[in-house]
């Protein structure tokens, strides 16, 4: 036996096991494809008009544009929702759409009467209720019990949710997201809405269901083939072998290039992430930011679930839930996040959620280290202000610094830092600003601080271990977020977001930016 797709096989029982293998030698799958003239035209409209854009279609303001429709296409074939559903067809982006287009004709003259067709194509969804997905699927779930309808992303699942409680034979289904599909429960039956490429290998080589359906629209391309991971396990029906659609001869070319009247599965899926767009709105104009509530200080770019974005401290560790691990709730290196880990963000009550706890653990002493340790960092901010960095990482070595270099300078002033590493640096540094004749009381100052955040550190974590040991672990894997109420560390609530994707590059961001959520197509439709 080869891999089954699970998250921890060591934590399965015999009996576990031997479900899944009940499940992989009797499965059976069959292919359903739908149709709605209305939706094929307009996702065909919008292949051929990207290709039309060629090379302009990175501009700014086409990405811009595409993005939204490619959204709304993307989450129509993701999901048995109407065309019209609140969730994919918001109002206010249909309002921004059109005046993102008001100004096409006298930039962009040449794709205007273009763009304004496939706007009119969308507008014209936007007001129909049809839900083809949904009828496809009311018929393969007709009889009750123990169905699982498998989505590609968690964000669907509450506009899903929505539209099968409005139908009394679909209210049982349980909607679940691939990741899920790694346990040990076992389903009657599988829904799978969307092509197979878009879906990881186990979810058919090592079926969590001895019936699998799959439905996505017939304009959609699809070859996945069997591989089987137990000898003899999958049976696809004769009437339902997984086609390749045949390209039909296309009405139309771009130039020499046919336009073939079907979409790849990953056609549809949303663009990659264009990190330096999304980033260009956060960064300073200057490359040093010495204004004590907004210096810039290295950051990495993480999209989480659901749309949502956040730096964080690229020097600093951040709290995760890792369910790939046994003790799933531990501080690491921001380096050291993954893709499938959930981050945890202090979503009210804003700002770090280290901080109040270490000034409730310091007690009087709070205010009095906190104002020591500003000022010495404020006397090297100025300092570098006045000479700038590199003179002050010269000076800092000239008194014995062993590791003063300009990004260590940098680091040292921000906030987040509570102090150099290397007590000679740290002399160094009180010695260059002034304050060498009060070296002990700045030192006390910064150890006080540091245990004070250690402490805070561990109290937290140690809540929030409690918290997710009686939290629905299901739960968190299918939505990929999840609220924490810390009353008893005044930390207001916590929230836990799967990151999705990470930037590959650090980038200078100003600190106030640091460790808060934002919507990455707000971004991209205000760049």
């Known amino acids: 036996m080869t891999h089954i797709g699970l998250s921890n096989v060591s934590k399965l029982l015999i009996s576990d096991v031997s479900k899944i293998y009940e499940c992989c030698s009797h499965v059976k799958i069959q292919y359903h494809r739908v149709d709605n003239s209305q939706f094929r035209s307009f996702c065909l409209s919008l292949k051929k008009f990207e290709r039309l854009l060629g090379e302009a279609a990175e501009d700014n303001y086409w990405r811009t544009f595409l993005y939204s429709l490619r959204r709304y296409q993307f989450c129509l074939c993701a999901a048995p929702v109407p065309f019209n559903h609140p969730t994919v067809c918001k109002p206010e982006i249909l309002e921004s759409i059109q005046k993102h287009l008001s100004i096409s004709k006298s930039i962009y003259p040449n794709f205007a009467d273009g763009a304004d067709d496939i706007f009119t194509q969308f507008i014209s969804l936007s007001k129909s209720d049809d839900n083809p997905l949904l009828h496809s699927l009311a ?44 346990s040990s429960t076992c389903y009657k039956k599988l829904v799978v809405i969307g092509p197979t490429r878009w879906f990881p290998e186990y979810v058919f080589s090592a079926p969590r269901a001895p019936d699998i359906q799959i439905v996505h629209y017939n304009w959609i391309r699809d070859n996945w083939k069997t591989e089987p991971v137990f000898i003899g396990s999958i049976k696809v029906a004769e009437s339902a072998i997984f086609p390749i659609l045949n390209p039909e001869k296309a009405n139309d070319t771009i130039g ?57 401290d690229a020097d600093a560790k951040a709290m995760v839930i890792d369910m790939e691990e046994d003790e799933s709730v531990k501080r690491i ?89 290397s007590d000679k640096d740290f002399e160094a ?99």
């Open 139 to 182: 018929e393969l779930c007709s009889t009750s019990g123990e169905v699982a309808l498998l989505l590609k992303e968690s964000h669907l699942i509450y506009a899903v949710e929505d539209v099968l409680a409005a139908i009394t034979s679909l209210r049982g289904i349980e909607l679940v997201v691939p990741s899920q599909l790694r």
């Open 256 to 312: 020499n290039e046919v336009v073939i009247n079907h979409l790849e599965p990953e056609e549809i899926l949303l663009p990659s992430i264009n990190w330096n767009q999304i980033t260009k709105g956060f960064v300073h104009s200057s490359l040093v930011s010495l204004d004590i509530e907004d210096e810039d200080t290295e950051a990495r770019l993480f999209l989480l679930e659901g749309g949502e974005a956040v730096f964080l």
């Open 333 to 421: 290196p921001v380096v050291d996040i993954e893709p499938g880990m959930f981050v945890l963000l202090r979503t009210s009550s804003g700002g770090d959620y280290i901080i109040p706890l270490a000034d409730r653990i310091l007690g009087e002493n709070a205010q009095r280290t906190r104002e020591l340790q500003n000022e010495w960092k404020t006397l090297l901010r100025q300092k570098v202000k006045s000479i700038g960095l590199l003179a002050v990482s010269k000076n800092l070595v000239k008194l014995d610094s062993l590791r003063a270099n300009e990004v260590n300078v940098r680091r040292w002033m921000l906030n987040s830092s509570i102090k150099p590493r």
């Open 429 to 527: 540094i009180l010695r260059f600003v002034g304050v060498g004749n009060r070296l002990h009381q700045f030192y006390e100052a910064a150890n006080l601080l540091d245990s004070a955040h250690r402490m805070a550190g561990k109290y937290i974590r140690k809540l929030l271990l409690k918290q997710v040991g009686q939290c629905d672990l299901p739960q968190l894997q299918r939505l990929g977020r999840m609220d924490f109420e810390l009353d008893e560390a005044d930390g207001g609530s916590m929230t836990a977001l799967r990151v999705v994707d990470m930037d590959s590059e650090l980038r200078m961001i100003p600190a106030s930016k640091i460790a808060q959520l934002f919507e990455i197509e707000h971004e991209i439709n205000n760049a």
